[in-house]
């Protein structure tokens, strides 16, 4: 059994629906991972919620690959990935998120995404649905 139903993916300056979908996956007693409570208190780059999200990303991606943080938040979603049953993606997603995807997928993860795509993608077959809406999303989980 998986720590949880689902891995929640997307972007720091998407967090205002990145929250919504985290809220509606646990009002439906799932459990989730979700990156944005990961704030990282008294690191190089500490993620908090009232902050600027732009200058925070800007700190962030400045960081080279091999910095020490950047791995550690690294082993901790991928972790957080082979520790869930299923990834979220929410759209519109940076590279990130669409790697991750393509990860989940290839751990043997059912992948889905909730938004509408911003142009038409190949590799977005690997998701078994992607929802439109918030609404959709409700929808399939009271199923589940």
């Not at 985290?22 to 979700?34: E, G, M, Q, S």
């Not at 690191?43 to 700190?59: G, L």
């Not at 990834?87 to 992948?111: D, N, T």
Request: with cysteine; glycine share 6%.
């Amino acid at each position: 059994m998986s720590k949880y139903d689902f891995f929640i993916a997307g972007r720091w300056r998407n967090y205002a629906e990145v929250k919504k979908v985290l809220d509606l996956v646990r009002a439906h007693n799932k459990t989730a991972y979700c990156f944005i409570e990961n704030l990282y208190e008294g690191s190089k780059v500490e993620f908090k919620h009232d902050a600027s999200i732009e200058s925070i990303m800007q700190k962030l991606e400045s960081l080279p690959k091999d910095d020490e943080f950047i791995k550690h938040i690294f082993k901790n979603d991928m972790q957080a990935q082979r520790d869930s049953d299923n990834f979220l993606l929410v759209l519109p997603a940076g590279i990130s998120g669409h790697v991750e995807a393509g990860a989940s997928y290839g751990m043997g993860k059912r992948c889905y995404a909730i938004g509408i795509p911003e142009k038409t993608e190949t590799l977005y077959s690997i998701f078994d649905e992607i929802f439109p809406d918030v609404n959709s999303l409700e929808d399939w989980l009271k199923t589940k």
